[in-house]
């Protein structure tokens, strides 16, 4: 959605309540509606919002991603704790849970844990780096240098 994208967040949330007003449950335009809601920093609407879907489609992890950074901009440090624990039984090599844990640990001053934390998603970068440039060597091989370049850059990126 283009007003989205442009971070028109009010325009946004208007065009989703139009298509919520044609389509009650177009989990899609609800979606659209949590996520500019939290751009908005309307929390409490993005909360409600994604607690139905997460209801609703208990296995969908990028619900819960953005559940989970609802939790933790309203403060609700223990919602978020859990919701961690829970995205990790599924998606432990996943870096982005590491790194919202550690900003938990950092915001309770648990500096022990937030540098391990950091440490665990730092691993599992490093370790995407050696993809991206298996990937790179691939996309070289089949003459597609565009291709070679944007999986090098990415690997640089994770390097630095």
């Known amino acids: 959605m283009a007003e989205y994208q442009n971070r028109n967040f009010d325009q946004a949330i208007l065009i989703a309540d139009n298509v919520l007003r044609e ?3 177009f989990d899609a335009a609800n979606f659209l509606k949590a996520k500019a809601s ?3 920093n ?4 993005a909360e409600k919002i994604l607690n139905v879907l997460v209801k609703k489609h208990p296995e969908n992890f990028d619900y819960k991603l953005w559940l989970l950074r609802t939790y933790f901009l309203s403060g609700k440090l223990e919602e978020s704790e859990e919701l961690i624990a829970e995205l990790k039984e599924n998606n432990s090599e996943d870096w982005r849970l590491f790194y919202w ?8 001053n648990n500096f022990e844990k937030y540098f391990l934390s950091l440490n665990s998603a730092e ?3 490093k370790e995407t780096s050696f993809i991206y440039k298996e990937l790179a060597v691939i996309w070289m091989e089949l003459g597609m240098a565009d ?7 990415k690997k640089e990126v994770l390097n630095k």
């Open 23 to 25: 389509k009650r449950n």
């Open 38 to 40: 939290f751009f908005r």
């Open 42 to 45: 309307d929390f409490h609407t």
């Open 101 to 108: 844990q550690a900003l938990i640990a950092k915001s309770q």
């Open 123 to 125: 691993q599992i970068l």
């Open 147 to 153: 291709r070679y370049m944007k999986y090098t850059e």
